[in-house]
């Protein structure tokens, strides 16, 4: 079954501090992964989007990772900010015909000064 | 850019009442995506469609739950009778083409069925 596992499920850290999420997936055939940033009572907001091919792409202070080999990738986040409070999405592409993608349960990420 | 445009961003309605939720695409954007959020079972795809065609809704819960897009511009997802499990965000997402474009989400109907 296709699957995508995120860790750790809560976070706390001081302002200034640097982070590191974490996505496994089972998803297969794998077209993309993406990492999504969601405020509460907000919608999602796309941070990266990386295909088989890449292992690396960064926005500002964010920075995301991929292992296609063993269906991994993580998101650093540099300097944290107040404003970085929020959950964190990692979401996978199922090669299909169309972008049929399966949600992380998310990461809630609370930054406290 | 005004992004992925829904309404109502909040309702409240009786169980067996019919809800209509309706959605703005992002104008030049053909593909469309109707997700619910929940605390249980967090973000689920409902349904996609492709130049205005349902490609995929095996994730409609029930008959219940019914989705069109009579436009590019204009979608709505409708459920009739609503019951208090519907509650939840119902969010409509956009993007450009089939695959490994961005999607941009709405910010949302926040539904509640009591």
């Known amino acids: 079954k296709n699957q995508v596992e995120q860790s750790p499920q809560s976070l706390i850290i001081l302002e200034g501090k640097n982070c590191t999420l974490q996505c496994n997936y089972t998803v297969s055939p794998f077209s993309n992964l993406r990492w999504y940033k969601q405020d509460t009572g907000r919608g999602p907001v796309s941070l990266t989007i990386m295909t088989f091919s890449e292992n690396t792409k960064s926005n500002g202070r964010y920075t995301a990772t991929l292992d296609a080999d063993t269906k991994q990738s993580s998101l650093h986040i540099t300097a944290s900010q107040l404003s970085d409070s929020a959950s964190y999405i990692c979401?996978?592409?199922?090669?299909?015909?169309?972008?049929?993608?399966?949600f992380g349960p998310g990461t809630s990420l609370s930054v406290i000064p | 850019d005004a992004g992925v445009i829904q309404s109502p961003r909040h309702e409240v309605t009786e169980m067996g009442q019919e809800v209509t939720l309706r959605c703005k695409p992002i104008s030049g954007h053909n593909s469309l995506f109707w997700y619910r959020q929940t605390m249980m079972r967090g973000l689920e795809l409902l349904i996609y469609?492709?130049?205005?065609?349902?490609?995929?809704d095996s994730g409609m819960p029930e008959d219940r739950f019914s989705a069109k897009m009579p436009n590019a511009s204009f979608s709505t997802l409708k459920i009739q009778p609503s019951e208090p499990r519907d509650s939840a965000v119902y969010f409509c997402?956009?993007?450009?083409?089939?695959?490994?474009?961005?999607?941009?989400f709405g910010e949302g109907s926040w539904l509640t069925v009591v």
């Open positions: 979401v996978v592409s199922e090669k299909t015909s169309y972008d049929k993608v399966i």
């Open positions: 469609f492709n130049n205005n065609v349902p490609i995929d």
């Open positions: 997402a956009s993007s450009l083409g089939d695959d490994g474009n961005t999607i941009y």
